[in-house]
């Protein structure tokens, strides 16, 4: 079992940067896949970005490639999301998740959910 809380979330003018933080609750961290995942009004949630276990591997959605950067420090059992050059695209609920089994880009398949933290970019 783990606990999931995410922090950072705010209002941002375009091109502003913000970065998110989930910590994890739990001895075995670094077992569990992490991603973010966003959801805004009246759209279904969507994938962000992923990253292993031990960290060595990342994976990002096309649309904020080269944008944002999914880190994760073990020793603090937190995950994050930086998040740079932000559109008003980018406005939703971002939520943390993770998954003990691989990395996927498919919600269903992550067992625990953060809370969410809602990022509002203004044009």
């Known amino acids: 079992q783990v606990q999931l809380v995410e922090s950072g979330g705010g209002l941002v003018q375009a091109g502003g940067s913000l970065r998110l933080s989930c910590a994890a609750s739990g001895r075995t961290f670094g077992n569990y896949r992490m991603a973010w995942f966003r959801q805004a009004p009246g759209k279904e949630r969507e994938f962000v970005a992923a990253i292993s276990g031990s960290g060595v591997s990342t994976y990002y959605a096309d649309s904020v490639k080269g944008r944002f950067t999914i880190s994760r420090d073990n020793a603090k059992t937190t995950v994050y999301l930086q998040m740079n050059s932000l559109k008003p695209e980018d406005t939703a609920v971002y939520y943390c998740?993770?998954?003990?089994?691989?990395?996927?880009?498919?919600?269903?398949?992550?067992?625990?959910w953060g809370q969410g933290t809602q990022v509002t970019v203004s044009s």
């Open positions: 998740a993770a998954n003990r089994a691989v990395v996927t880009t498919t919600p269903e398949n992550y067992s625990y």
